[in-house]
């Protein structure tokens, strides 16, 4: 009853960053929607909607769906805590400013927003499932990244929009159990998370670990030829 209770969901989701600014350096954000049983509710009352909340909508919103608007921002900050054992980082685009010399006149370092307190058992079952689904025996991005040679926790997504043909959603981990790099794609109109956003993210983290994979590759066959 607590998974679904009224609630519970909009609470981890709006500590995860869901539905709130990034604070991320740039003029404005993209306005996003956690919704709730007072706002669609309230919404009925005003006319603005045919019906008052339901317990489908916990469902909905469990599963991404629904009334939920998000972006891969808050997305890869919500991944992000979950990696760091509940640190909610401010994304940020600049580093430094420099001079006409070439001397850095400014640094950019912001802050982390706030701490969430997630259970570490909690975490560890989490990022488990999130290894599983990218890399298990029946993940769901298994066929992207299963023969990937560096663990990995990811989980697809399919956002269903009026008017649209299913959005492809991959958020990914890397490498696990400690990540160090979080990434977040989505694709209008590309279908089931593994379809378009899972192989994106794939050739992002590719180039990330671009050194430590050659290396590998060069370690494996200095072994099968000696």
């Excluded at 709730?36 to 909508?57: F, I």
């Excluded at 009026?162 to 159990?177: E, F, K, N, R, V």
């Excluded at 989505?186 to 994979?213: C, N, V």
């Amino acid at each position: 009853y607590r998974m679904w209770n009224t609630g519970e969901l909009q609470h981890w989701a709006h500590a995860l960053g869901i539905g709130r600014p990034t604070g991320i350096d740039l003029p404005v954000e993209d306005e996003t929607l956690l919704p709730s049983q007072h706002w669609r509710n309230q919404l009925y009352k005003e006319g603005g909607t045919e019906r008052p909340w339901s317990a489908g909508d916990n469902i909905q919103l469990a599963t991404g769906q629904g009334d939920l608007q998000t972006n891969p921002l808050q997305m890869a900050v919500a991944y992000a805590a979950l990696g760091n054992g509940g640190t909610i980082v401010t994304p940020h685009l600049g580093m430094e400013v420099e001079d006409a010399a070439g001397r850095v006149v400014k640094e950019f370092d912001p802050k982390p927003r706030r701490k969430v307190r997630i259970d570490p058992g909690t975490r560890s079952v989490i990022m488990e499932g999130l290894h599983e689904a990218a890399q298990g025996a029946r993940g769901t991005s298994t066929s992207v990244f299963g023969s990937f040679p560096i663990p990995v926790a990811g989980k697809t997504g399919t956002a269903v929009r009026d008017g649209h043909t299913d959005q492809s959603w991959y958020c990914i981990l890397a490498p696990y159990p400690d990540p160090r790099i979080v990434t977040c794609v989505t694709i209008e109109e590309g279908g089931f998370g593994a379809q378009a956003a899972a192989p994106a993210a794939h050739t992002i983290l590719e180039a990330y670990f671009h050194d430590q994979l050659a290396a590998e590759s060069r370690e494996a066959g200095e072994t099968e030829t000696g």
